[in-house]
């Protein structure tokens, strides 16, 4: 029975193999131990970054569980975003009482939108800490399990105060760049446009679209300076500084269309640290230059037309004592004529005299006017008609190698003038377009209706805005330059040879047309012709009938009684001896005070005063006045060389007044006495003309 035992190295066989898997199963587990311990050597590190990162970061962290209670903060948010400065004091707490201190979650909760979508959800938000109001981003991480639950989140509170803060300075900014009146722009190193406001958008043409990353010079400089520009920039980058930064320099610029205008430009650069920046601050200065150039006409209108008056006052002045001598001249030629018989010899010495103060009494005429003291009668003119009643005339005057040619418009309206004054204006202005064209040429007489609106009467300082009539006189002469131009209206200056002008004929007109309240403007260039521009203010009265020449039913004689008031005796001598020599009595005073003396004294009726109207202490005016209350029916008959404002208003006619020019001559002064003395009993109220 019995078997035979094992062999010993079947046995020892079976004890080696199974060692060895021992082993080999051994080694197996320590190799997985040593790669877990280096995995969980991995996550430890891992954890350790995490933990650093969540607990040292400036940003809160919190974990909610799916109630919305928080498992965990960490320091940050425990120190920073929350008053008691423990986590622990609200770990439990529900989101709504830590986050925003509200009664009951809310919708817009990033946490509870996480759990719900299982995705990050943002939110920002306003909470008030310690008295002051900060600003987070909050960011809400889902954290899922292995089966795709989300069974907590993760949220993350950043502070963006201080983003906020940034956000409103560049809105604020913003705000400011674009309601700024002047271009403001910013460019880099490169010159290429950073930022580009809403006043240059509208200055230049281009949107802030189209220029950004653009060169400015390209944009907005003419191509002639744009590389002066490269240069400037390229050393203010080498210098460090250029005469264009920090200083305000006067440029050209160019809109989007090509065109070109001044402006102003300062150019800063930016403090800060990198690649340089600067700043761009441009003005359009095109109305201030067109204003300054205004400024600078009216300055020289103002000078010139102060020089025109001093002259004038000089040259009226002048006229008035003058006349004075003129009247004695040319009267006693007469007197002395009408009592000599008939020795023709010294007639002829006498006829000679005469003339020579005929001459003297012209040029005295032409001062007054071009001094503004001369008697105007004016009259509600059309200037066309004024214009075609002279055009026989002016033909006769210009000759045959000079074609006249008439430009006159219809409806051009009315003006208020002296007939005789406008005519001569345009015959001296006729005068000096023939003279400047001796080898002939055109000239052209041309009438419009002129608006002058308050830009205008900026430009032209003299200028009062409103409705006028121009009558321009235009010739294809010599012309003038600048110079000339500046004295063509002062009387006795000429630019004829001598003795072919006295220099008088533009210093009447411009003396006319001022005292008619119009003005005159002289245009022209060297060989290029001359115009004259007059404009008179347009009136809407109809025109003023002409009135049939009235014929003389009686001789210019009298036996009426005249009061003679002059302050010159040679003037007063002369008239007495004329008056007297035509039948009528002269009462005599030198001043206004013996004139009242004789009215008081005197027992019978006077019929008329003659007076002068300048004289001291008392005028002719006021004398009147005096005179009509002491005797209400005496007529009054003005004598004067200028009005010097004593009659009319500027030197104009008060209706139903009678005025006598000095010098006058014999037969002037028994006319005008007539003509006094033959009005219609009703007298004008002096005493409201002087008011």
Not at 159 to 185: F, P, W, Y
Not at 211 to 220: D, K, Q, S
Request: glycine residues 8%; aromatic residues 6%.
């Amino acid at each position: 029975m019995g078997g035979r035992p094992p062999s010993k190295t079947r046995t020892s066989a079976r004890s080696a193999g199974s060692g060895a898997a021992h082993r080999k199963t051994v080694a197996d587990y320590e190799r997985r131990l040593r790669l877990l311990d280096g995995r969980m050597r991995i996550l430890e590190r891992e954890r350790q970054k995490l933990s650093a990162v969540v607990h040292h970061t400036d940003a809160g962290f919190l974990a909610f569980d799916p109630s919305l209670k928080v498992l965990w903060a960490n320091n940050a948010f425990a120190s920073r975003f929350w008053l008691e400065g423990k986590p622990g004091t609200f770990l439990g707490q529900p989101c709504h009482r830590v986050l925003c201190d509200r009664p009951a979650s809310c919708a817009e909760c990033p946490a509870e939108r996480s759990f719900k979508e299982g995705a990050v959800a943002h939110s920002e938000m306003r909470l008030e800490m310690g008295g002051r109001t900060r600003h987070l981003y909050t960011t809400a991480m889902p954290i899922s399990t292995m089966a795709g639950c989300v069974e907590e989140t993760i949220v993350m509170l950043q502070d963006v105060s201080d983003l906020q803060v940034l956000r409103q300075s560049e809105a604020r900014k913003g705000a400011i760049l674009d309601t700024a009146l002047d271009a403001i722009l910013t460019i880099d190193g490169q010159g290429r446009i950073t930022e580009f406001n809403q006043a240059a958008e509208r200055m230049f043409g281009w949107t802030r679209e189209e220029v950004a990353g653009r060169e400015m010079g390209e944009l907005i400089l003419p191509p002639g300076q744009r590389e002066t520009y490269r240069q400037a920039l390229e050393r203010c980058l080498r210098a460090g500084a250029t005469h264009a930064v920090n200083r305000m320099v006067e440029m050209t610029a160019m809109c989007r269309d090509g065109t070109e205008f001044p402006v102003e430009l300062a150019l800063t650069r930016i403090p800060l640290d990198g690649d340089p920046m600067f700043t761009g601050y441009i003005r359009d200065i095109s109305e201030r230059r067109t204003a300054e150039e205004a400024l600078r006409s009216s300055e020289e209108q103002l000078r010139q037309a102060q020089k025109m008056e001093a002259v004038g006052r000089l040259a009226g002045g002048v006229a008035h004592d003058f006349n004075n001598l003129l009247t004695v001249i040319r009267g006693r030629c007469e007197l002395l004529g009408t009592r000599i018989g008939d020795v023709e010899k010294m007639k002829r010495d006498i006829g000679t005299i005469y003339d020579a103060s005929e001459r003297a009494a012209s040029l005295t005429h032409q001062l007054l006017a071009f001094s503004r003291r001369q008697v105007l009668e004016p009259k509600v003119l059309e200037l066309n008609r004024v214009v075609a009643d002279l055009v026989p005339m002016l033909r006769r005057l210009i000759g045959e190698d000079i074609d006249l040619g008439m430009v006159l418009a219809t409806d051009i309206g009315r003006v208020r003038a002296d007939p005789g004054q406008v005519e001569q204006v345009i015959m001296n202005l006729v005068v000096n377009a023939r003279d400047a064209m001796p080898e002939g040429g055109r000239l052209t007489i041309e009438t419009s209706a002129i608006d002058f609106d308050e830009t205008y009467a900026r430009v032209h300082a003299s200028v009062k805005p409103g409705r006028y009539v121009m009558v321009a006189v235009s010739d294809t002469g010599s012309g003038m330059d600048r110079e000339t131009q500046a004295r063509a209206f002062e009387p006795f200056f000429t630019t004829k040879e001598r003795g072919k002008g006295t220099g008088l004929g533009l210093a009447t007109a411009y003396g006319i047309v001022k005292q008619s309240g119009g003005y005159i403007w002289v245009y022209s260039e060297p060989g290029q012709g001359t115009t004259f521009k007059i404009y008179l203010p347009r009136v809407e009265e109809a025109a003023t009938a002409e009135a049939p020449p009235a014929a003389s039913s009686r001789a210019p004689r009298g036996s009426e009684t005249v009061l003679l008031t002059e302050d010159e005796d040679i003037v007063r001598t002369l008239a007495r001896e004329i008056l007297e020599s035509h039948g009528y009595t002269i009462l005599e005073a030198r001043r206004g005070s013996e004139a009242l003396q004789v009215c008081e004294r005197f027992e019978g009726e006077i019929h008329l005063l003659l007076t002068d109207v300048v004289m001291p202490r008392m005028s002719g005016r006021d004398l009147a006045i005096e005179v009509t209350a002491l005797r209400p029916g005496v007529k009054v008959l003005y004598m004067s060389g200028y009005t010097e404002d004593a009659i009319g208003y500027h030197g104009v006619l008060d209706p139903g007044l009678t005025y006598l020019q000095k010098p006058f001559t014999l037969a002037s002064l028994t006319q005008k006495v007539r003509e006094a003395l033959d009005r219609p009993a009703a007298a004008p109220d002096l005493a409201a003309i002087a008011g």
